[in-house]
């Protein structure tokens, strides 16, 4: 989604000149685009009829060619529909209940989301009702684990009403209580009392439905009738890592007046993040945001020794690299940071390294000497040969360790320049700091 | 099961009718008016009285609603235009007399395409699975998508065919996916061989193999933990595990709710590990049906079974016919 936007920005600019053709041509595109990305058709056909109205239409700002006009207003109109309000998570004492159908990863939201609060303070527990999934019991529990929060529920019981009534006391001297449910294949009557149930019981605060990025067209119908029996007050979107666009489930979002809160990012229980309406799209269009680049690069360099403007100050050594790598593996995938840099794509194979492989990179580089850390085009054939001695790692891993450092230091080069762009693009960038 | 895809392509058929209808009913100075929008039935019309031939234009705006149609049913983009441009070359030139129903020529041409889709070779599980001993199968696909309820399905199956089987719980990452896959053997009657979780997944495999080997099972089902199809690392191990167990059929499991990810989704694990087979989960669901063409499409292997429940015996064999009956 993100290239082809990039390709539909640039079908603009190259434009000689922004005509009624021209502005039909986009719009076709972004259909497609939006499709693709499994936004809801009909969302999709009020999006374009919006745009070409606007387009049409609306006068032209002073100081804004027509081209950066057309810009702004696709930017404004994705915005709107997919963007939405960011999420501001609550702080203070409430409980949330967790609903959803199989396979959306409820339960796995549940962790993170314990896992998100208590970081951030609150006193958090677990309460599970799922009763329908074998071995639920035993996953959440496993999962309280992982996150360090006390899980409350029954294996044996049958009936989550029951359960639910035992171990409601329980969850008193807490500041969140996080009420897992289980899922259906579909939302029944079944399902649908079994939550009535659950939440008159329970009081929730906040009930948000879990929906998965690649869920297709369904996902307004089911994000409807959940709301209709419920009354949602978010959704979470999971498995956002994944080729699912979640273009589903934002419009069903948009069309059912939910506000998305959190999106899932991978497997591990910190994959979670704040949904943030604006860098999402700016993901989507392939704009970038420098400002959230940083941010993201300095969490991670709290952690690790690593501090993101040595890429861009510092000469670039192994040090750096190998801090970088490190970096990299706390943050998640740099891919993504790089992607919103909108410039230059991390080579895949150095977002994959793997933990075994950074361990053995660390016994390579503890093998060599300060000289060459600092100046690795210096190493050569017999050097190579001592240092794969030294680490007691093959001499191919050593090449593989100076080549994936090359590529890393070329695709810095990139960045490097791309800080500095400026011309067209530069000034759409400034466009939108200004305008939106 | 599958009636959006059904009312999408149905109620398609029903507005080529009314056009028809209308078309009869006025008189022919009247039609002409409405020319710009000819559809087959105003040319079939036409061809009353002489024989017209069926032009790009005429099934121009057609296609387009028929295209829509498969979009809103959650065929992927790639695969509806190809479904559509299939279409047209099977309309497009066709010469209509006054003797041709309308409505079985597009219907005919739909059929004929959506079959060209879902075309593969016939797969006889049972008989293929009695093959050798014990035959091995490794269910893999995205999280979420119903892998180890599918396999205690499958199981099930097996079972009432005479077939025994052995699972390997080889998701040893998902929290509580031993226990899990434990209580659907359980279930069934069949029995699971496991290690700790956080153990490689490939020697979970070899064990299991090696279980059915020495107590003569005829079925070996590995369950792995799903997996998103970008991560390298995950992709790798699954190869691994390919390696290792030697699968004699590796079965994607989709589940019928996906839209286009499920495209997507199906052509990484298929070209990182070849796939021989398809389940497509969750039908029951409300779903538009859609992706089980998208996945058919790029994956070029039979759609084995589906799955329509939460029992054990939701699973039927999957038969192309049957589903081209059902949406048209």
Same mark, same amino acid.
């Given at each position: ?436 | ?218 079925? +070996? /089902?590995?369950? $792995?933990? *799903?997996?998103?199809?970008? @991560? ?8 691994? #595990? ?60 039979? +759609? /084995?079974?589906? $799955?329509? *429940?939460?029992?054990?015996? @939701? ?8 589903? #081209?009956?059902?949406?048209?």
């Amino acid at each position: 989604m993100l290239g082809k936007m990039k390709e539909v920005l640039a079908k603009i600019t190259r434009a000689g000149t922004v005509d009624d053709a021209l502005v039909k041509d986009i719009v076709r595109d972004i259909q497609r685009i939006l499709i693709s990305s499994d936004v809801n058709i009909e969302l999709v056909q009020k999006l374009s009829r919006e745009i070409e109205a606007k387009a049409r239409e609306e006068k032209l700002p002073p100081g804004i060619s027509r081209k950066e006009h057309l810009i702004k207003i696709i930017y404004g109109s994705l915005t709107e529909i997919l963007g939405g309000e960011s999420h501001n998570p609550r702080m203070d004492k409430h409980k949330i209940l967790l609903v959803g159908l199989f396979g959306s990863g409820k339960t796995t939201a549940c962790g993170k989301l314990a896992k998100f609060y208590s970081k951030r303070g609150l006193k958090t527990c677990i309460l599970t009702t799922d009763v329908w999934r074998p071995a639920a019991y035993d996953q959440v529990k496993q999962i309280g684990q992982q996150v360090k929060v006390p899980v409350f529920g029954e294996d044996n019981e049958k009936n989550p009403i029951t359960i639910l009534k035992n171990n409601l006391d329980k969850t008193k001297g807490y500041d969140l209580v996080i009420v897992d449910s289980a899922g259906r294949d579909s939302l029944n009557k079944e399902l649908t009392d079994e939550i009535k149930q659950i939440k008159s019981l329970l009081k929730p605060d906040e009930i948000y439905l879990v929906i998965s990025a690649d869920i297709g067209q369904t996902a307004v119908k089911q994000a409807q009738s959940f709301n209709e029996a419920l009354g949602l007050t978010g959704v979470i979107a999971t498995k956002t890592d994944a080729s699912g666009k979640a273009g589903g489930a934002l419009s069903a979002c948009y069309i059912a007046k939910i506000p998305v809160t959190f999106i899932s990012t991978g497997e591990k229980m910190e994959d979670f993040e704040i949904f943030d309406s604006k860098k999402f799209v700016s993901r989507l269009l392939g704009f970038p945001d420098l400002g959230e680049l940083l941010k993201k690069a300095q969490e991670a360099a709290e952690e690790s020794e690593f501090s993101p403007e040595d890429l861009l100050k510092e000469e670039y050594t192994l040090k750096t690299f190998y801090k970088q790598l490190e970096a990299m593996k706390k943050m998640g995938p740099l891919k993504k940071v790089f992607e919103m840099l909108g410039l230059a794509a991390m080579p895949e194979e150095l977002v994959q390294t793997s933990e075994e492989k950074m361990k053995s990179y660390k016994f390579i580089m503890d093998s060599m000497t300060k000289k060459e850390l600092g100046d690795p085009d210096t190493i050569k054939g017999d050097r190579i040969k001592r240092i794969a001695k030294g680490s007691g790692r093959p001499e191919t891993e050593v090449r593989e360790l100076l080549r994936q450092f090359d590529m890393s230091k070329k695709m810095l080069k990139k960045i490097k320049k791309g800080k500095r762009l400026t011309g067209q693009f530069g000034q759409l960038m400034k466009q939108f700091k200004g305008g939106m | 099961m599958f009636d959006f895809l059904k009312k999408k392509i149905g109620g398609f058929f029903k507005k080529e009718e009314e056009t028809l209808t209308e078309v009869v009913e006025k008189p022919v100075s009247e039609h002409r008016a409405i020319e710009p929008k000819l559809t087959i039935a105003t040319k079939l019309k036409k061809a009353i009285v002489r024989k017209a031939v069926i032009k790009e234009e005429d099934v121009h705006i057609m296609l387009e609603d028929f295209n829509l149609a498969l979009l809103e049913a959650d065929v992927a983009v790639s695969v509806a235009d190809k479904i559509t441009d299939d279409i047209k070359k099977r309309l497009v030139g066709k010469e209509l007399s006054g003797k041709d129903d309308v409505k079985k020529v597009s219907e005919s041409a739909i059929r004929e395409s959506l079959r060209d889709v879902l075309k593969q070779e016939k797969v006889d599980f049972v008989s293929r699975v009695s093959h050798k001993k014990p035959f091995v199968i490794l269910f893999l696909g995205p999280n979420g998508h119903g892998k180890t309820s599918t396999i205690g399905k499958v199981a099930r199956y097996l079972q009432k065919n005479s077939l025994s089987s052995v699972i390997a719980a080889a998701d040893t990452f998902r929290a509580a996916s031993i226990e899990q896959v434990e209580k659907i053997a359980g279930r069934v009657g069949v029995k699971v061989i496991k290690q700790t979780y956080g153990s490689d997944p490939a020697a979970v495999c070899f064990d299991a193999v090696k279980y059915a080997e020495a107590h003569k099972v005829d079925v +070996v /089902l590995i369950d $792995t933990a *799903g997996r998103s199809e970008l @991560n390298t690392n995950l992709m790798e191990q699954l190869k691994k #595990i390919v390696r290792v167990a030697k699968p004699d059929m590796k079965v994607y499991i989709g589940e019928a709710l996906a839209g286009n990810a499920a495209l997507e989704e199906a052509k990484k694990f298929n070209e990182m590990i070849g796939l021989d087979g398809i389940i497509m989960t969750k039908v029951d669901c409300d779903v538009k049906g859609g992706s089980l063409l998208s996945v058919s499409h790029v994956v070029k292997k039979p +759609v /084995l079974f589906i $799955t329509t *429940g939460q029992e054990l015996d @939701n699973i039927m064999q999957f038969d192309e016919d049957w589903f #081209i009956e059902k949406v048209i």
